[in-house]
C-alpha cells in the first residue's frame, strides 16, 4: 500500500461555534461548545490524486460543493471538540491517501481442486448413508 503524506493548514479550516444537542442540563442552553468545522477541498492546498479521491468518496459529510462539514460536539469544551474535529479530518484525508495495490486473479492449484471435489464426495457418500434402511 502507498500512503501520501498531506499537511492541512489550519488557515483552510473555518470553525464557527454552535450549541451542542443532548444531555448537559442548563450548560447546553447557555454555552456554544459546539464546533462546526469547515474545509473546502477544491480550494484546499492538498494534492490533485487527493482531491479527486476526497471528492468521489460517497461520504454525508461531503457537500455536492465539495465541502467537508465535520460537527464536534462529544466534549464539553470547544477547544477539545475543535480537536477533535481537526482530529476527524485528518482521518477522512488519512482514509482516502493510502491507495490499495490492485488485486491480481489467481487460479486454484490443480491439487487444491482435487482435494475440494473428493471432499464434496466424501461429504455426499455420507450424506447418502443416512437414508431410510430397506429390509
Avoid: C, W
Wanted: a positive charge.
Amino acid at each position: 500500500m502507498l500512503t501520501i503524506r498531506f499537511n492541512i493548514p489550519e488557515a483552510e479550516m473555518e470553525f464557527s461555534a454552535i450549541r451542542a444537542q443532548g444531555s448537559g442540563g442548563q450548560n447546553v442552553n447557555k454555552v456554544s461548545s459546539a464546533v462546526h468545522l469547515r474545509f473546502d477541498i477544491t480550494a484546499s492546498s492538498l494534492p490533485l490524486p487527493l482531491k479527486e479521491r476526497l471528492l468521489a468518496l460517497g461520504d454525508q459529510r461531503i457537500n455536492k460543493e465539495g465541502v467537508v462539514v465535520i460537527k464536534a460536539q462529544q466534549y464539553r469544551s470547544q477547544e477539545q471538540n475543535r480537536a477533535d474535529g481537526i482530529l476527524r479530518l485528518f482521518e477522512l484525508v488519512e482514509s482516502v491517501a493510502t491507495v490499495a495495490a490492485p488485486r491480481k486473479a489467481t487460479r486454484p492449484t490443480k491439487g487444491s481442486q482435487t482435494r475440494r471435489l473428493d471432499s464434496k464426495n466424501k461429504r455426499g457418500s455420507i450424506k447418502a448413508l443416512r437414508g431410510k434402511v430397506s429390509d
